[in-house]
């Protein structure tokens, strides 16, 4: 059958259709890119049992030191199963991207038909016209979808990053304070049994004894509960780093990080969030998709179905017949009203939450920084006040206590106190890195959102063709 001149359009924009494909990369690489300009850390996509193994490699090398905060955060980016799900989630958006620029397969008809002796053969090829004319639109469209995607799963890099930071801090400041612990519980066990003796001896009353005692097992609550929270902590930067097995054995340092000279100065914090929040970008590209569809539904309105042919009629009485055929939907009862209704809510819908979102960015920089500030002035207040106040006192009743003027038992309450008021101020050291790694999720993102969040939900395209 020699090819008619719609058959030949058919082919040359399949052809041309056919060119979509997916990149080496799966778009992994702005989700890359981000990772190493804002977090200035390595993040790899397991693809294969070769980039698993890469990551394994890596994590055997990071585990055989000290985790730092650094290393613990390198970590997690290359470990977490769930941050690789993510990633994983590229994968399956890129296969929609792909497939949006694809031309549809073409539809073949075969009849045959009897009337007596004569027998004819009709045989036909279709394809929805109306989606090839919205295929660049759509294409379009789901070129912006995965950008978004893309913002969204690098907010997930970034809001995995600041939780292994918080969890980095509460497990280090819980290793902290059990061993304060055990120092309170240490200092009232002495003072419980010398206060056994003395009151053995006649020289403590039962009153006295009993106080000493009550001390010394509120003491050992304290120490339990440290213990807990120290197991607590620990657990939970667990999961995050992804360990398991023979790799819990993982070892911590000894103390959280110096409290700096003084904090960060950022005036222009608003402003600097709302150039990086990857969620209010995320938002702004989802609203631009809508406008987009929305021109899309008012164009398709009418072309539900739109569908070109070519037909080859051929009987064995008579010459063969060639040529096409098109078909429309006729607009009696649906003019598509309420798809295009439902497009300019649905934009309308997305500009109110890109407002909402760009307005709630601002606040929880705001507040994130004033936390942040705050909690710099009350590990300041404990390093500058509290501690030197507590270590002169300290000195003082040592002097008393060498010239006989206090007790051994009021000694041991200072001393009691005394690291009571080094564990105050190691609880505000950690507020204070918390309220830090706060603020950089702030400027990035929204804080505190679950990690590998779906993406919103997208409209259908209006040139599905039905």
Known sequence: MAITRPLALLCAVSLVAGCASFSQDGGFGPVQQASERQLDKQLLWARDEAGRGQIDARVTELLAEPLNLDAAVQLALLNNRGLQASLDELGIG???????????????????LEKGSEVEYERGLHLNLARLIALPLTSRLEERRFEQLQRQTSLAVFELASETR????????AEESLVYARQVLDAAEVGAEL???????????????????????DAGIGLLRAEQARVRSRERLTRLLGLWGEQLDYRLPERLPALPKSADQLPDVERLAMSQRQDVQALRLDAERLAQNLGLTRTTRFINVLELGVVNNRSNEEPTQRGYEISVELPLFDWSGARVARAEAQYRQALNRAAETAINARSQVREA???????????????AEVLPLRQRIAEENLLRY?????????????????????DGYLQAQREFWLARADLDMALLGAPNSSLGAAPAATAEPAAAGH
């Not at 620029?101 to 045959?112: D, V």
């Open 369 to 383: 920084y004033h936390a942040y500030r705050n909690a710099f002035e009350l590990a300041q207040h404990y390093r």
């Open 402 to 422: 060498n010239g006989m003027f206090i007790s051994t038992f009021d000694l041991l309450a200072d001393a009691r106190r005394q690291v009571q008021a080094v």
């Open 94 to 112: 890129e296969a929609e991207r792909v497939q949006a620029g694809r031309l549809p397969n073409p539809g073949f008809s075969y009849g045959r």
């Open 166 to 173: 918080k969890a980095w801090y509460e497990a280090v400041a």
């Open 195 to 217: 206060a056994r003796r003395m009151a053995a001896v006649g020289n403590f009353s039962k009153l006295q004894q009993v106080e000493q005692q009550a001390f010394y097992a």
